[in-house]
């Protein structure tokens, strides 16, 4: 049996009572697929909708939530952010670290989440290191150095004491909302390479790390990716917003396992 971790990021949508209606759709959606300890479902509000999401998740088998960026200090004058314990105190186990949309948008460098993802670790909370190339940079054939160094550089310095410590998404980020598309041998050729990099670095442990994709996963390309030996899972978004897709892709992920 394969172990999955189906994660929706919901980015900047929903109130809190849409939040409510949205993680209530897909609780009761996911109960009925009669769900194994082999699928475990994340669901990413933004900040004002993760109190609301939690208070109808947290007595569900399974399923849990997790919050979409934080800072990397435990408290002080950084106006509009949040902490890990903060995140943490609201019912969050897990982070999105370093999401294409951070990096492109607001700057951040692999240096700031080494700071990052140190900090999440040691708060107890499970970072998912989002890493990927650009249309550019995949066309000029650097996607191997890019995410080389994106994960040379963030995990510096970062020890584990086992595999549960940390996931990894892979995010072509050409291939999201532009109407491009992954193949799933390409997905797989990137989540092998990640997987030795983490070999590299942890030994043993690699083989139990989660590697998600995040390149729109969707229904209907979600059998053939999740297939591959190296893909344990997705960060999804567009498609995470709609119940529907998104218990589409968790019954795909319960297929393939």
Not at 29 to 44: D, S, T
Not at 197 to 213: H, M, N, Q, T, V
């Amino acid at each position: 049996m394969r172990y999955f971790l189906i994660a929706g990021n919901w980015k900047m949508n929903t109130t809190p009572a849409e939040a409510t209606t949205l993680a209530s759709t897909i609780a009761d959606g996911y109960a009925k697929l009669q769900p194994n300890r082999n699928i475990h479902v994340l669901m990413c509000p933004p900040a004002t909708s993760i109190h609301a999401a939690h208070e109808v998740v947290k007595s569900a088998q399974g399923i849990s939530i997790g919050a979409q960026n934080c800072h990397q200090e435990p408290k002080g004058a950084f106006t509009g952010e949040l902490a890990p314990q903060m995140v943490k105190a609201v019912g969050c186990t897990h982070v999105i670290i370093g999401h294409s949309e951070r990096r492109q948008h607001f700057g951040e460098t692999d240096e700031l989440l080494n700071n990052k993802l140190k900090a999440v670790i040691n708060t107890g909370l499970v970072p998912i290191y989002c890493v990927g190339e650009t249309l550019e940079e995949r066309q000029t054939n650097k996607t191997f150095d890019v995410i080389q160094t994106q994960m040379a550089t963030a995990l510096a310095d970062i020890t584990l004491e086992s595999a549960s410590q940390l996931v990894i998404a892979y995010e072509p980020v050409w291939a999201i909302g532009t109407g491009l598309a992954a193949t799933s041998d390409q997905a797989q050729e990137v989540h092998a390479f990640i997987r030795g990099l983490l070999a590299e670095r942890y030994g043993a442990l690699a083989g139990s790390i989660l590697i998600l994709y995040g390149g729109s996963l969707k229904p209907d390309n979600a059998d053939e990716i999740l297939s591959k030996p190296d893909v344990n899972g997705g960060l999804i978004g567009g498609a995470a917003l709609q119940a529907d897709s998104f218990l589409a892709i968790i019954a795909a992920a319960m297929k393939v396992q």
